[in-house]
């Protein structure tokens, strides 16, 4: 299955994967794996990635579905 990839902030710089193929039943922990070994200065962001999928935030265990847009973002500083 195909699952798209979106980043923001400083992570867009890192050149990770617009999109994926991922067997079905793939879970966000497995899919960051197969965006480090691409991308792999994005693994150094792992401890403190935000992760969504869709509009809402997701954990490491959610399961992906086929045509998922998954957002990853740097922690949110405000002021």
């Known amino acids: 299955m195909t699952v798209r990839l979106q980043y923001f902030s400083h992570l ?44 809402a935030y997701a954990g490491r265990k959610a399961v992906l579905r086929p045509g998922d847009l998954v957002s990853l973002m740097p922690p949110v500083q405000g002021g």
């Open 12 to 55: 867009k710089n890192l050149r990770g994967p617009d999109c994926l193929e991922v067997p079905e039943g793939t879970t966000v922990a497995e899919l960051l794996e197969a965006v480090f070994t691409a991308a792999p200065p994005l693994r150094d962001w792992d401890r403190h990635l935000l992760v969504a999928v869709g509009e």
